[in-house]
């Protein structure tokens, strides 16, 4: 599961800068040799328990550290003592084991219903059993029988769970199948749920149902995790179950429809419905459970003799291989290095519109948001994105599909990998220094997070199982992945994870597994590992000074561990860590070290004092960090430190300094090897300097990375200089990427508007995201009546994250005309638009925050009345919203 849109709304609000803590860690790690292909594979064809002889493995409680304070001076008040346990939230308990489902459906587009037939086969797991219970969500009941039988089964409902009663009592030998008729009604409910990572729990969607919107395709999918999928089918939903399926899925023949396991045959009806008929021999979690149904184009590819199709809307159909980048490579690459070969019998990627989160890695049919559906040219910006979470999804079936989590307090067994194969994938394809940029990303959205505190990462005490979907269980737990591989080496991590992936394929785990896993391979105790990352709250806050004593000839390193022990943060961490020794000339001698004490000094011979020391050499700790440098050091760490994070911390270091050092380094950032250097360079870079102005030229014109061109073309506009009018124009060809041709226009704008405003002109007929918003962002810096149409017409189309910039272009733009009439005009449209429970929440979003700022704009210029109508509009709007995110969201909004 890849979740954006959350990201998306808070980034509106958040200061960029404030992600980064001063000398904050960031991560690292070593290339590794492919291991051997694993060998063919034997499962119970239930992926369960085997009955009979063979023994089952054991798993193995953590142990609880405790802290006492050994002296106390003054014994304080025993606080209040709980008269209950914590929450706890156990893992489900089986009564039967689900063993294969199959259903039958076909769909009522005018009531949003879907008409199933489900045949379950299961058998009590361990206890004799004369009643069986489903999930089963907001269902009209048709009819309840065993299969072959015309009794009807007695039963109870209580619209979220069926129970059966089977009329004798089976074993945990015998079989049984029931048939379940059923209709589906998944907006017809009083409530709706859902969290931030997924944004509603309704688990089948019907989209545009009614053909009302015309530049909407009309789609079916569904969205089961997190327990949603028994709004369109009974089961036991539940990650720790697992069953084989068929789906038998009639619809109208000019539909494609997808869903897990293989198409084995497709159907034409009397009546112009078709059936396919898609099934799915090997076992998987009810959750994993998909289908979409839609106009698709499908673009056929092949890996290892496996079907690789891509699902796109026909006018993407040429760019189906871009959106989906390097799909077979990645297939390859994985299963080399985890020496386990693609367990699936096929692999699909679908696009649907929208979409209630970021992507989810069905099994064998991964269902991606329309974010990533762009043509060549938009993707020129953003290929990336759509690499890391192609990667990512794929990765899940590993990791979450083939070896799942036992429960959401386990989520990170999941989502932690899928995180992380985006640093491996980003190292093979592009090297470690792009892999380090990524994870530093990742431990800054982590590390923002805990500002409003922190849970353990495996955490049996969640509030709401949605809550696990959060930077603690992405972002800490790749994170935790690469402290692992460092702690253990390449070969060790990868030949634990085929070991993990071998002992407990096609069922469930829990973090003791994995830890087992790692002690098997490596033959090292790893509870201390597991117990402060996996089971424990937090991260080191670390506070580091170095000093060199010429009398004894010794170099110094002192580490402070500064975090609040509070909420199981630990006191102190145990942490080991290389620190590297240079000398004058940039040669460095590594030395190993392990902090075990809350503050904790170390020597090291040094005859000469040294032009560096630099702890935490291998940047693999998770871990906020203050490095007592001087500048001079931090300028030799730019230049000899081996790593990107080496060379970014010191940037950091000197990004706001004014001095003459300081200077000298942004000036040599702007010839960094890394993209992320220059770019950040290019935007601090001093244009009064023509030396420097060459730079950017040069950057403007060759540098091979979209968002360093655009950089360097807003540091030149700033310079108002009609003589780079050419450079602008090269910005602006047909092969730029939209963000050079945003930058170009912008910067042209601010030497000779007129000549910006002509270029305009001749791309205003364009419909690309990219050049709309290049466009409004020139014409609401220029704001003309004339302009008011062409804002008009775009209004009713950005949708997606697009909508959050264009709408805030468009209210510059009518703040600019001063037009009493027009804004009245303007606010009652974002009304209907906040209103309209039929538009997306992407378009309802930026609607209402549009009313917010004209809001702040009135109150500021002193139109309190004006200030206050839009207030209780606001006020209005949240009331009204049926969406709990949007309504949490629009909270922000309460006053100016």
């Known amino acids: 599961m890849k979740n954006l849109l959350p990201l998306a709304v808070l980034a509106l609000f958040l200061f960029t800068q404030a992600c980064t803590p001063k000398a904050a860690d960031k991560t690292v790690a070593s290339p590794a040799a492919p291991t051997p292909p694993a060998q063919p594979v034997e499962w119970d064809t239930i992926g369960k328990p085997l009955l009979g002889d063979k023994e089952l493995d054991t798993k193995e409680d953590a142990p609880v550290e405790y802290q006492f304070l050994e002296e106390a001076v003054v014994k304080p008040e025993a606080e209040a003592r709980p008269d209950s346990l914590p929450r706890y939230n156990a893992s489900h308990t089986f009564e039967h084991d689900l063993i294969h489902t199959k259903l039958e459906l076909s769909f009522d587009w005018a009531k949003k219903r879907a008409n199933g037939r489900a045949t379950l086969t299961l058998r009590p797991w361990f206890y004799p059993a004369s009643q069986l219970t489903l999930d ?17 089964l007695a039963y109870r409902y209580d619209n979220a769970q069926l129970v059966i009663q089977l009329g004798k009592t089976f074993t945990r030998t015998e079989e049984f199948k029931v048939v379940i008729v059923y209709t589906a009604k998944p907006d017809e409910r009083t409530s709706f749920g859902g969290s931030a990572a997924i944004t509603s729990d309704k688990g089948l969607y019907f989209i545009n149902a009614d053909g009302s919107e015309p530049d909407k395709p009309r789609q079916i999918w569904t969205q089961g995790e997190t327990e949603s999928n028994s709004f369109w089918f009974p089961t036991v939903d539940k990650p720790n179950e697992r069953c084989t399926q068929e789906m038998y899925i009639t619809v109208e023949d000019k539909y494609k429809t997808l869903s897990n396991g293989v198409l084995i045959s497709s159907k034409k009806n009397a009546d112009g419905t078709r059936t396919d008929y898609w099934k799915m021999d090997k076992p998987h979690a009810p959750y994993l459970f998909m289908m979409a149904v839609g106009e698709y184009a499908i673009v056929r590819d092949k890996w290892r003799g496996i079907p690789v199709d891509y699902y796109v809307e026909p006018k993407y159909e040429q760019y189906a291989r871009d959106i989906y980048p390097y799909t077979t490579e990645m297939l390859e690459f994985f299963s080399n290095k985890l020496g386990y070969a693609f367990p699936w019998p096929k692999y699909s990627q679908v696009v649907v519109r929208d979409y209630v989160s970021g ?58 990998f899928a995180n992380y194969s985006e640093y491996l ?18 431990r800054q959205g982590y590390i923002y997070s805990t500002q409003g505190g922190g849970h353990p990462l495996i955490d049996f005490g969640y509030e709401n199982r949605e809550n696990m979907f959060d930077a603690h269980s992405y972002n800490k737990g790749g994170a935790i992945l690469h402290m692992l591989r460092t702690q253990v080496g390449d070969d060790a991590f990868f030949t634990a994870l085929n070991r993990y992936l071998k002992k407990n394929e096609y ?57 609040e022990p509070a909420n199981g943060v630990p006191y102190i961490f145990e942490l080991p860590l290389k620190v590297d020794i240079y000398d004058a000339s940039g040669k460095a001698r590594r030395e190993a070290i392990r902090l075990t004490k809350r503050s ?10 040294p032009a560096l020391i630099n702890a935490d050499a291998e940047k693999a700790l998770l871990a906020v960090k203050a490095d007592q440098h001087s500048p001079e050091e931090w300028a030799f760490l730019y230049h000899h430190g081996p790593l990107f994070q080496d060379r970014l911390e010191a940037y950091d270091f000197f990004q706001d300094k004014s001095t003459p050092l300081a200077a000298q380094i942004r000036t040599e950032a702007l010839q960094d090897k890394h993209w992320a250097l220059r770019q950040a360079a290019a935007g601090k870079a001093d244009v009064s300097k023509p030396e420097v102005q060459a730079a950017l030229v040069k950057l403007a014109e060759s540098d091979p990375e979209p968002g360093v061109r655009a950089a360097a073309i807003e540091a030149l506009g700033e310079t108002a200089d009609k003589k780079y009018a050419p450079v602008y124009e090269k910005g602006m060809a047909p092969d730029q990427p939209y963000s050079v041709l945003s930058a170009a226009l912008d910067a042209l704008s601010k030497s000779d508007p007129v000549a910006a405003i002509a270029a305009a002109k001749n ?75 039929n538009t997306s929440l ?24 004006r200030a206050t109508q839009l207030t209780q509009m606001l006020a209005d709007i949240r009331e009204q919203e049926p969406d709990a995110t949007l309504k949490m969201y629009y909270g922000m909004f309460n006053q100016p």
Do not use: C
């Not at 904790?600 to 004092?609: I, N, R, S």
């Not at 302009?787 to 994250?801: E, I, R, S, V, Y």
């Open 136 to 152: 089963a969500k907001n269902f009209d009941i048709h009819s309840v029988r065993f299969e072959g039988k015309t009794d009807t």
């Open 359 to 416: 992507a989810m890695e069905n099994t064998t049919a991964t269902i991606f948001g329309e974010f990533i559906q762009l043509d060549k040219r938009s993707l020129l910006d953003n290929h990336l994105t759509n690499e890391k979470v192609v990667a990512h999804e794929m990765f899940h079936h590993w990791f979450g599909d083939l070896v799942t989590t036992e429960s959401w307090s386990n989520l990170t067994l999941n989502e932690g």
């Open 425 to 442: 994938w980003l190292e093979h394809k592009y090297g470690r220094e792009e892999a380090d940029f990524h994870e530093l990303n990742e």
């Open 507 to 563: 069922t469930d785990v829990e973090a003791h597994e994995l830890r087992l896993a790692f002690e098997d391979v490596s033959g090292q105790d790893l509870n201390w590992f597991f117990n402060q990352w996996f089971f424990n709250t937090g991260h080191p806050n670390l506070d580091i000074s170095y000093d060199w004593d010429e009398a004894s000839q010794k170099a110094s390193v002192t580490i402070a561990q500064k975090q």
């Open 600 to 609: 904790q000094t170390f020597m090291f011979d040094a005859p000469v004092k």
């Open 763 to 837: 791309l205003e007929n364009d419909e690309n995201e990219g050049i709309v918003l290049a466009l409004a962002d020139l014409y609401a810096a220029n704001a003309t009546p004339g302009l008011l149409p062409w804002f008009q017409k775009h209004a009713g189309k950005m949708d997606n994250m697009a909508a959050f910039k264009y709408y805030d272009l468009f209210t510059q733009f009518l703040i600019g005309l001063e037009d009493p009439a027009v804004l009245d005009q303007s606010i009652s449209g974002f009304q209907a638009t906040s209103l309209n429970l």
């Open 842 to 865: 992407w378009r309802r979003f930026s609607n209402t925050k549009a009313i917010a700022d004209l809001r702040n704009y009135f109150a500021q210029s002193g139109d309190q009345a």
